[in-house]
Antibody, heavy 116, light 112 residues
Framework: QVQLQQSGAELVKPGTSVKLSCKASGYTFTSNHMNWIKQTTGQGLEWIGIINPGSGGTSYNVKFKGKATLTVDKSSSTAFMQLSSLTPEDSAVYYC?????????WGQGTLVTVSS | DVVMTQTPVSLPVSLGGQASISCRSSQSLVHSNGNTYLHWYLQKPGQSPQLLIYRVSNRFSGVPDRFSGSGSGTDFTLKISRVEPEDLGDYYCLQSTHFPRTFGGGTKLELK
């Protein structure tokens, strides 16, 4: 069965960076695009961007350009999202979700807390 | 960006009853290829969102036929008949016709 296993919760300091991971199993990693989504109580669900694991091609929400960088490691079927120059407004649960259009499968989410 | 407006924000229901959630988009969700990329998700407390309906009216694998989706253009509806306890949670619509993808603000289905 399809599974997306995300890395554990992070407590990070303002101004630093963090790299989240999402390991896929149960399907051919390069056959489905991977999306990243941010969830906060105040802003709801926000789409950050999408990566094609086969080509490495990406598309970002303008709001997150310069904040998020999406990459993949095909050898380990893992997608990554690096968040840079973190501020308290980046505190959220971040999800990976596979699928080009309908986001059929989601990871369990990674809680990122930005605090000094 | 396409704005997705969901109503109501909160929807009290009785078990065994029916619920209807509306999702309206600020522009047409008909893609140039003729498909309409409007999807519905349920997020149960403490869980990730799960896909219920894709492309307006197609039930995802394992989703009971109590869930049905309809609509076109900019106006879409999710109906839940014979509400069961496991249906309670937050419902979201998502459009993936346009970039950036955008979600509705959510509807909380709760017991009356």
């Amino acid at each position: 069965q399809v599974q997306l296993q995300q890395s554990g919760a992070e407590l990070v300091k303002p101004g630093t960076s963090v790299k989240l991971s999402c390991k896929a199993s149960g399907y051919t990693f390069t056959s489905n695009h991977m999306n990243w989504i941010k969830q906060t109580t105040g802003q709801g669900l926000e789409w950050i961007g999408i990566i094609n694991p086969g080509s490495g091609g990406t598309s970002y929400n303008v709001k997150f350009k310069g904040k998020a960088t999406l990459t993949v490691d095909k050898s380990s079927s893992t997608a990554f999202m690096q968040l840079s120059s973190l501020t308290p407004e980046d505190s959220a649960v971040y999800y990976c979700a596979s699928g080009t259009t309908s986001f059929a499968y989601w990871g369990q989410g990674t809680l990122v807390t930005v605090s000094s | 960006d396409v704005v997705m407006t969901q109503t109501p924000v909160s929807l009290p229901v009785s078990l065994g009853g029916q619920a209807s959630i509306s999702c309206r988009s600020s522009q047409s969700l008909v893609h140039s290829n003729g498909n309409t990329y409007l999807h519905w998700y349920l997020q149960k407390p403490g869980q990730s969102p799960q896909l219920l309906i894709y492309r307006v009216s197609n039930r995802f694998s394992g989703v009971p036929d109590r869930f049905s989706g309809s609509g076109s253009g900019t106006d879409f509806t999710l109906k839940i008949s014979r509400v069961e306890p496991e249906d309670l949670g937050d419902y979201y619509c998502l459009q993936s016709t346009h970039f950036p993808r955008t979600f509705g603000g959510g509807t909380k289905l709760e017991l009356k």
